[in-house]
C-alpha cells in the first residue's frame, strides 16, 4: 500500500545480504555449524541477487522452496534470523532495528494504519528459509497484516501481495470504497484499478486486500473517521446543505490524495463525495 525505498545503512548505503548473513553468523559457537555457514555465504549472495531480479520483475511467485543449502538445513538458516538477529543483544539486531526504523511514523506499508512492531518475512522463513535474513525480503509490519499474512507465498502471478520495495501502485487510483447507507452510514472497500493495467496487476491489488483482510480494517477505521468528523459536517450542512458538506469533503480529500492516492481514508473520502445522500445528512 506504501512503497518503501530498499532497506539502507546509517551510510545510506543499501544492505547486502552476505554481509548481513556473514554478520550473524560470527555469533554462532558450534566450529562445525559456524563452518558450515560460512562456506554457503556465497549461496546466499546469489539467491539475493535472484530474489532482487524476481521481484523487480514481479515473479517472486516462481522462487522455489528451500530445504536445505548444501549441509545446512532449514532450521539452521531460520535460526540464523531468530538467534543472531531479532534478540536485542544479537550482533545483526542494528540490522534488524533499522529495517524497523524506515516507515516514516513508523506506519505499516502493507496497509497504511498499523504502527510497525516487527519484520514480516515477505517470502516466508519457514518455506525459504535461505531468505531468513535478506534484507530485502525483511519488511516493517503491524500486527494486523502479519497475523492475517502468517505464512502465505504466491505460486500465481496475480496471487503476488504488493511488495514495500518493489512496487509502487500508486501513480494510479486502485482503492475504493462506497458508502453503506443505514445509521450510522459505513463504507464497504473494493479494488477498482484502471482498465489500462495489466491483468495481473489487477489481480494482485484484489489478492493484497483480501489475503491481508484490509476491508474489514479499513472499513473499521472510516467508522470511526466519521464519528470524529459528523460535529463538524452537521454544523456544516445546517449551513449550506449539500453543497456546503461536499466542498470541504473535496477539499481534505486533495490532500489526502497529495499524500496517498490509495489511503483507506482517501477511499472513504472520495465515496462520500460522491454520494449525495452522505452528503445530504446521511452521515448523521
Known sequence: MRYLSLPKDEKNNTFVAQDVFDICVTMVKNPALRAQLEAISTDIKKAAICYDTDAAAKTLYLTPLTAKIRKVNGDELVKVYTLRMVPKKAKGRQIYDR???????????????????????????????????????????????????????????????????????????????????????????????PAHWAVNDKARVAAHLKELNLGLLFSSNAGSRLAEIRGRLVKLHNLGKMNAVRSHLEEELASMEEECKNSWVAAMYRAAVASNWFCDGGFS
Not at 505499516?108 to 535478506?134: A, E, Q, R, W, Y
Not at 516493517?140 to 509502487?168: I, S, V
Open 99 to 193: 529495517i524497523l526504523s524506515a516507515p516514516v511514523n513508523g506506519r505499516c506499508p502493507f496497509c497504511g494504519i498499523g504502527t510497525v512492531n516487527t519484520l514480516d518475512h515477505f517470502l516466508p522463513k519457514t518455506h525459504f528459509p535461505v531468505f531468513s535474513v535478506t534484507p530485502n525480503n525483511l519488511v516493517p509490519a503491524c500486527t494486523w497484516c502479519q497475523g492475517e499474512k502468517m505464512e502465505y507465498f504466491a505460486t500465481t502471478a496475480g496471487g503476488q501481495l504488493l511488495h514495500p520495495y518493489f512496487d509502487n501502485f500508486d501513480q494510479d487510483i486502485w482503492l475504493a470504497a462506497d458508502v453503506v447507507k443505514g445509521s450510522p452510514a459505513a463504507f464497504r472497500y473494493h479494488v477498482s484499478p
